[in-house]
């Protein structure tokens, strides 16, 4: 053997991560589930990609969010609309993360959440 020490967490660590990057997203069975990815950041704004997850579909698309004014501005859908109501979720999640960077000074570069669907 050579003078590397063995490592059975790590060996285990290595086998399973090729199968932990092609888990395919879990959808909700109810409600939905926002997933923001940070894509790019400058002084100017900051750039997101959106996809929401509920039982039925997952349309993605990009978030921009001006940082001196906290505008935000949705890019054409993929994979169709969303409701309505996740949509103003996102836009109400997204000037969260607008007014932390504000006190904080770092985009964060992953979020989720999930929300229950309203009561009609």
């Known amino acids: 053997m050579g003078t590397a020490a063995w490592q059975p967490e790590r060996v285990t660590e290595l086998a399973f991560a090729a199968e932990r990057s092609e888990l395919p997203p879990v959808r ?25 997850f509920t039982p039925e579909a997952e ?3 990009s978030a ?6 906290g505008v935000i501005e949705f ?4 994979g169709g609309a969303p409701p309505a109501w996740l949509v103003a979720v996102a836009h109400a999640l997204l000037r969260s993360v607008w007014r932390s960077k504000l006190s904080e000074g770092e985009w964060p570069r992953r979020i989720t ?8």
């Open 75 to 78: 890019g054409d859908w993929l």
């Open 59 to 61: 349309p993605s698309t």
């Open 113 to 120: 959440r999930w929300r229950p669907a309203p009561k009609d």
């Open 28 to 52: 909700p069975d109810h409600g939905g589930r926002l997933e923001l990815t940070l894509k790019e950041a400058s002084n100017a704004s900051a750039r997101y990609a959106l996809t929401i």
């Open 64 to 69: 921009v969010v001006a940082v001196e004014t």
